[in-house]
Protein backbone atom coordinates (compact mmCIF):
# COMPACT_ATOMS: atom_id res chain seq x y z
CA UNK A 1 0.00 0.00 0.00
CA UNK A 2 1.27 3.58 -1.00
CA UNK A 3 2.25 5.26 2.13
CA UNK A 4 0.92 9.52 2.29
CA UNK A 5 3.57 12.13 2.66
CA UNK A 6 2.02 12.67 5.85
CA UNK A 7 -0.82 10.73 8.23
CA UNK A 8 -2.76 10.96 11.51
CA UNK A 9 -0.60 12.81 13.91
CA UNK A 10 2.10 14.09 11.34
CA UNK A 11 -0.71 15.43 8.97
CA UNK A 12 -2.79 16.73 11.58
CA UNK A 13 0.62 18.53 13.39
CA UNK A 14 1.18 20.04 9.80
CA UNK A 15 -1.99 21.22 9.44
CA UNK A 16 -2.12 23.07 12.77
CA UNK A 17 0.64 24.58 12.49
CA UNK A 18 -0.27 26.12 8.87
CA UNK A 19 -3.60 26.96 10.28
CA UNK A 20 -1.13 29.19 12.58
CA UNK A 21 0.14 31.46 9.53
CA UNK A 22 -2.21 34.07 7.69
CA UNK A 23 0.62 34.94 4.96
CA UNK A 24 -1.18 32.03 2.25
CA UNK A 25 -3.39 29.97 1.25
CA UNK A 26 -2.92 26.22 2.41
CA UNK A 27 -3.77 22.96 0.40
CA UNK A 28 -3.30 19.16 1.10
CA UNK A 29 -4.60 16.37 -1.08
CA UNK A 30 -6.09 13.64 0.23
CA UNK A 31 -6.38 11.28 -1.97
CA UNK A 32 -9.02 10.58 -4.56
CA UNK A 33 -10.94 14.04 -5.50
CA UNK A 34 -10.83 14.91 -1.18
CA UNK A 35 -8.97 18.37 -0.57
CA UNK A 36 -8.54 20.50 2.42
CA UNK A 37 -8.25 24.58 2.09
CA UNK A 38 -6.95 26.62 5.06
CA UNK A 39 -7.33 30.41 4.36
CA UNK A 40 -7.24 33.10 7.35
CA UNK A 41 -9.57 31.48 10.13
CA UNK A 42 -11.37 28.94 8.11
CA UNK A 43 -11.11 25.42 6.38
CA UNK A 44 -12.68 23.89 3.49
CA UNK A 45 -12.95 20.18 2.80
CA UNK A 46 -13.81 19.32 -0.98
CA UNK A 47 -15.17 16.30 -1.54
CA UNK A 48 -13.60 14.26 1.00
CA UNK A 49 -13.34 10.42 0.76
CA UNK A 50 -11.89 9.32 4.26
CA UNK A 51 -13.19 5.34 4.55
CA UNK A 52 -13.21 2.24 3.68
CA UNK A 53 -16.45 2.26 2.94
CA UNK A 54 -15.94 1.60 -0.96
CA UNK A 55 -13.74 -1.26 -0.03
CA UNK A 56 -16.14 -2.74 2.20
CA UNK A 57 -19.08 -2.76 -0.15
CA UNK A 58 -17.77 -4.18 -2.72
CA UNK A 59 -15.01 -6.75 -0.89
CA UNK A 60 -17.33 -9.89 -2.24
CA UNK A 61 -18.10 -8.92 -6.05
CA UNK A 62 -16.06 -8.96 -9.25
CA UNK A 63 -15.68 -5.10 -8.91
CA UNK A 64 -13.37 -4.97 -5.86
CA UNK A 65 -12.50 -1.51 -4.73
CA UNK A 66 -9.05 -2.41 -3.63
CA UNK A 67 -7.44 0.45 -1.71
CA UNK A 68 -3.90 1.53 -3.26
CA UNK A 69 -3.29 4.38 -0.41
CA UNK A 70 -3.45 4.43 3.17
CA UNK A 71 -6.02 7.08 4.67
CA UNK A 72 -4.62 9.84 5.45
CA UNK A 73 -6.74 11.07 9.06
CA UNK A 74 -9.60 9.86 10.10
CA UNK A 75 -12.66 12.29 9.88
CA UNK A 76 -13.64 12.73 13.50
CA UNK A 77 -10.25 14.20 13.93
CA UNK A 78 -10.63 16.73 11.63
CA UNK A 79 -13.08 19.32 14.42
CA UNK A 80 -11.93 22.67 12.60
CA UNK A 81 -13.84 22.33 9.48
CA UNK A 82 -16.73 24.88 8.36
CA UNK A 83 -17.53 24.06 5.19
CA UNK A 84 -17.72 20.49 3.34
CA UNK A 85 -18.64 20.21 -0.67
CA UNK A 86 -19.85 17.20 -2.62
CA UNK A 87 -19.75 17.45 -6.32
CA UNK A 88 -22.02 14.77 -7.38
CA UNK A 89 -23.61 11.66 -5.37
CA UNK A 90 -20.76 9.09 -5.85
CA UNK A 91 -19.76 7.07 -2.74
CA UNK A 92 -16.05 9.01 -3.01
CA UNK A 93 -17.51 12.43 -3.59
CA UNK A 94 -20.53 11.91 -0.89
CA UNK A 95 -19.35 9.06 1.63
CA UNK A 96 -21.51 9.04 4.42
CA UNK A 97 -18.68 6.69 6.42
CA UNK A 98 -16.68 10.41 6.29
CA UNK A 99 -19.58 12.50 6.67
CA UNK A 100 -21.20 11.78 9.64
CA UNK A 101 -18.34 11.28 11.72
CA UNK A 102 -17.04 14.95 10.26
CA UNK A 103 -20.30 16.79 10.91
CA UNK A 104 -20.48 15.55 14.25
CA UNK A 105 -16.94 16.57 15.06
CA UNK A 106 -18.37 20.11 13.74
CA UNK A 107 -21.81 20.82 14.72
CA UNK A 108 -22.08 24.28 12.79
CA UNK A 109 -20.51 22.43 9.52
CA UNK A 110 -22.22 23.60 6.49
CA UNK A 111 -22.50 21.82 3.20
CA UNK A 112 -22.54 22.55 -0.53
CA UNK A 113 -23.71 20.79 -2.85
CA UNK A 114 -25.94 20.15 -6.46
CA UNK A 115 -29.07 21.29 -6.13
CA UNK A 116 -30.64 18.22 -7.49
CA UNK A 117 -29.10 16.21 -4.70
CA UNK A 118 -30.64 17.80 -2.21
CA UNK A 119 -33.17 14.53 -1.32
CA UNK A 120 -30.52 12.04 -1.68
CA UNK A 121 -27.91 13.92 0.30
CA UNK A 122 -30.57 14.15 3.15
CA UNK A 123 -31.01 10.29 3.05
CA UNK A 124 -27.83 9.48 3.00
CA UNK A 125 -26.56 11.58 5.86
CA UNK A 126 -29.69 11.75 7.50
CA UNK A 127 -30.32 15.18 7.40
CA UNK A 128 -32.89 17.61 7.66
CA UNK A 129 -33.31 18.29 3.90
CA UNK A 130 -33.23 22.08 4.15
CA UNK A 131 -29.46 21.83 5.96
CA UNK A 132 -27.46 21.37 2.84
CA UNK A 133 -26.97 24.41 0.67
CA UNK A 134 -27.77 23.76 -2.87
CA UNK A 135 -26.60 25.36 -5.92
CA UNK A 136 -27.65 25.27 -9.88
CA UNK A 137 -25.03 26.08 -12.50
CA UNK A 138 -24.23 29.60 -12.03
CA UNK A 139 -25.15 30.30 -8.61
CA UNK A 140 -23.04 31.56 -5.98
CA UNK A 141 -22.98 31.90 -2.47
CA UNK A 142 -20.12 32.71 0.37
CA UNK A 143 -19.36 30.86 3.30
CA UNK A 144 -16.88 31.61 6.01
CA UNK A 145 -14.16 32.75 4.06
CA UNK A 146 -14.63 31.11 0.74
CA UNK A 147 -16.96 32.33 -2.26
CA UNK A 148 -18.53 29.41 -4.44
CA UNK A 149 -19.71 29.56 -7.97
CA UNK A 150 -21.32 26.41 -9.64
CA UNK A 151 -19.85 25.32 -12.67
CA UNK A 152 -21.09 22.36 -14.81
CA UNK A 153 -19.59 18.90 -14.67
CA UNK A 154 -19.82 15.97 -17.46
CA UNK A 155 -19.35 12.60 -15.88
CA UNK A 156 -20.19 11.42 -18.86
CA UNK A 157 -23.07 13.65 -20.02
CA UNK A 158 -24.06 17.36 -18.78
CA UNK A 159 -26.81 16.94 -16.39
CA UNK A 160 -28.15 18.31 -12.97
CA UNK A 161 -26.59 16.97 -9.96
CA UNK A 162 -23.03 16.72 -11.03
CA UNK A 163 -20.93 20.37 -10.59
CA UNK A 164 -17.52 21.35 -10.20
CA UNK A 165 -16.71 24.29 -8.08
CA UNK A 166 -14.93 27.71 -8.87
CA UNK A 167 -13.38 28.48 -5.00
CA UNK A 168 -12.44 32.58 -4.38
CA UNK A 169 -10.36 33.19 -1.45
CA UNK A 170 -7.86 36.08 -0.35
CA UNK A 171 -8.18 37.02 -4.05
CA UNK A 172 -7.41 33.56 -5.33
CA UNK A 173 -9.17 31.72 -7.74
CA UNK A 174 -9.14 27.62 -7.29
CA UNK A 175 -11.36 25.23 -9.40
CA UNK A 176 -12.42 21.72 -8.37
CA UNK A 177 -14.23 20.00 -11.33
CA UNK A 178 -15.55 16.84 -9.27
CA UNK A 179 -15.71 14.27 -11.93
CA UNK A 180 -15.76 15.59 -15.55
CA UNK A 181 -14.89 14.82 -19.05
CA UNK A 182 -14.13 17.73 -21.92
CA UNK A 183 -17.19 19.22 -22.81
CA UNK A 184 -17.75 22.13 -25.36
CA UNK A 185 -17.07 25.28 -24.00
CA UNK A 186 -15.29 24.42 -21.63
CA UNK A 187 -12.02 25.89 -21.59
CA UNK A 188 -13.44 29.15 -22.64
CA UNK A 189 -15.86 29.38 -19.45
CA UNK A 190 -13.20 28.59 -17.04
CA UNK A 191 -10.85 30.83 -18.83
CA UNK A 192 -13.28 33.68 -17.42
CA UNK A 193 -12.27 32.99 -13.96
CA UNK A 194 -8.58 33.97 -14.54
CA UNK A 195 -7.86 30.34 -12.01
CA UNK A 196 -4.85 30.67 -10.42
CA UNK A 197 -5.08 26.38 -9.65
CA UNK A 198 -7.09 23.95 -10.88
CA UNK A 199 -7.72 20.43 -9.43
CA UNK A 200 -7.96 17.63 -12.36
CA UNK A 201 -9.35 14.06 -12.07
CA UNK A 202 -6.99 12.26 -14.55
CA UNK A 203 -8.36 8.39 -14.39
CA UNK A 204 -9.73 8.82 -17.70
CA UNK A 205 -11.82 6.45 -19.46
CA UNK A 206 -12.17 3.05 -19.71
CA UNK A 207 -15.11 0.89 -20.50
CA UNK A 208 -13.46 -2.24 -18.96
CA UNK A 209 -13.96 -0.57 -15.57
CA UNK A 210 -17.98 -0.35 -15.46
CA UNK A 211 -17.62 3.10 -14.00
CA UNK A 212 -18.43 6.90 -15.54
CA UNK A 213 -15.18 7.87 -16.83
CA UNK A 214 -12.82 11.19 -15.80
CA UNK A 215 -10.57 13.54 -18.21
CA UNK A 216 -7.54 11.58 -19.04
CA UNK A 217 -3.82 13.43 -17.82
CA UNK A 218 -3.10 14.56 -21.52
CA UNK A 219 -6.74 16.09 -21.27
CA UNK A 220 -6.29 17.46 -18.07
CA UNK A 221 -3.04 19.02 -19.09
CA UNK A 222 -4.32 20.67 -21.73
CA UNK A 223 -7.77 21.59 -20.35
CA UNK A 224 -5.42 23.21 -17.85
CA UNK A 225 -3.36 24.97 -20.63
CA UNK A 226 -6.36 26.51 -22.90
CA UNK A 227 -8.22 27.77 -19.71
CA UNK A 228 -5.20 29.78 -19.02
CA UNK A 229 -5.17 28.02 -14.94
CA UNK A 230 -2.20 29.17 -13.60
CA UNK A 231 -1.00 25.85 -11.71
CA UNK A 232 -3.18 22.45 -12.35
CA UNK A 233 -2.65 19.72 -9.76
CA UNK A 234 -3.90 16.12 -10.53
CA UNK A 235 -5.85 13.69 -8.48
CA UNK A 236 -8.67 11.10 -8.26
CA UNK A 237 -5.81 8.28 -9.13
CA UNK A 238 -3.91 5.69 -6.66
CA UNK A 239 -7.10 5.22 -4.25
CA UNK A 240 -8.88 1.94 -6.40
CA UNK A 241 -6.93 -0.66 -8.32
CA UNK A 242 -8.94 -0.81 -10.98
CA UNK A 243 -9.28 2.77 -11.34
CA UNK A 244 -6.68 4.70 -11.21
CA UNK A 245 -3.64 6.24 -13.55
CA UNK A 246 -0.25 7.06 -13.60
CA UNK A 247 0.38 10.70 -13.47
CA UNK A 248 3.11 10.40 -16.17
CA UNK A 249 0.67 11.15 -19.02
CA UNK A 250 -0.15 14.56 -17.22
CA UNK A 251 3.61 15.20 -16.17
CA UNK A 252 4.45 14.57 -20.21
CA UNK A 253 1.77 16.84 -21.50
CA UNK A 254 1.80 19.48 -19.40
CA UNK A 255 5.83 19.94 -19.75
CA UNK A 256 4.99 19.75 -23.75
CA UNK A 257 2.51 22.76 -23.54
CA UNK A 258 5.00 24.34 -21.13
CA UNK A 259 1.95 24.49 -18.20
CA UNK A 260 2.89 24.58 -14.94
CA UNK A 261 1.81 21.64 -12.22
CA UNK A 262 2.67 20.20 -9.37
CA UNK A 263 2.25 16.38 -8.20
CA UNK A 264 1.09 16.28 -4.87
CA UNK A 265 1.50 13.03 -2.45
CA UNK A 266 -1.21 12.33 -0.24
CA UNK A 267 -1.09 14.23 2.91
CA UNK A 268 1.28 16.51 1.17
CA UNK A 269 0.80 20.42 1.58
CA UNK A 270 0.99 23.39 -0.86
CA UNK A 271 0.99 27.13 -0.28
CA UNK A 272 -0.44 29.70 -2.49
CA UNK A 273 0.55 33.03 -1.88
Known amino acids: MIEPFAKDEMFLADVQAARQRKDAVHIWWLGQSGFLIHSGDACLLVDPYLSDSLTKKYAATDKPHVRMTARVAAPERLDFIDVVTSSHNHTDHLDAETLIPLWRANPKLKMII ?160
Open 114 to 273: PEANRAFVAERLKSDPKWPIGLEDDEGISVAAFEFVAVPAAHETLERGFLGYIIRTRGLSIYHSGDTVLYDGMAQRLALYNLDLALLPINGADLARRVAGNLNGREAARLAHDAGVKCVVPCHYEMFEFNTASPDEFVEEARHLRQPYRILRAGERMDLS
